[in-house]
């Protein structure tokens, strides 16, 4: 008895010891680490105008002004809501879900009639499984620019450049899929338009002017 409560005292002091050093050591080491090295991203990619936050780079927002490049459609509350993160849960054959989908692929051909109607990028017109996914397809951010241009009287070859300049490529090469993201796109699209429209950016960039 006597080495068995010795033994089980041991192990209790173990547990103890690979809580302190798994749970807590290990969670501070890694924030430290973040902190240190990756300060920016550690402290939630935060994106500051004027010294007031205007979004995160790793949470989409709802953009919906044709004048902007719009982002994928969200079901997390009211949209890219962080405290409700998720799908919409609906089935594919779900009468509900076919009918939204319809009704956010003719809203997007109506916006941007250069696109055919069999040729809508798939996510812009379906929502992330998280709901708060910051990316849109190359050909999602491309299929926008002459909408873009002819309301804000910037070129197509401008807009273009800047969607190239923007690409996410592969992390590694191998893990993800090459994206734009909508909040860094939006911010330089903010500043091309400062420059050449500032009535309009003033107008557009509320939050940002």
Not at 38 to 60: D, E, M, R, T
Not at 77 to 104: R, T
């Amino acid at each position: 008895m006597f080495i068995v409560g010795k033994e089980f005292i041991r192990m209790i002091k173990l547990t103890v010891l690979l809580y302190i050093i798994c749970s807590i050591g290990y969670t501070f080491l890694i924030w430290g680490i973040g902190k240190i090295a990756f300060p920016f991203q550690a402290g939630g990619s935060i994106v500051y105008k004027n010294s007031k936050p205007v979004g995160s780079f790793l949470i989409g927002e709802k953009f919906t002004s044709p004048y902007i490049f719009n982002g994928r459609p969200s079901y997390a509350g009211n949209g890219y809501n962080g405290m409700e993160s998720g799908a919409s849960n609906y089935a594919p054959v779900n009468g509900k879900y076919i009918n939204h989908e319809k009704k956010l692929i003719n809203k997007f051909l109506k916006e941007n009639p250069a696109v055919k109607k069999g040729g809508v990028p798939v996510d812009i017109i379906t929502g992330s499984g998280s709901g708060l996914g910051p990316y849109i397809s190359i050909a999602a951010a491309l299929d926008q620019i002459p909408r873009i241009s002819s309301l804000t009287g910037i070129s197509k070859t401008i807009l273009h450049r800047l969607v190239k300049n923007n690409i996410s490529y592969r992390q590694l090469g191998i893990f993800g899929t090459p994206g734009v993201n909508t909040m860094k796109l939006n911010l330089k699209l903010s500043l091309l338009l400062k420059k050449s429209d500032y009535k309009l950016y003033k107008r557009i960039f509320k939050g940002l002017a």
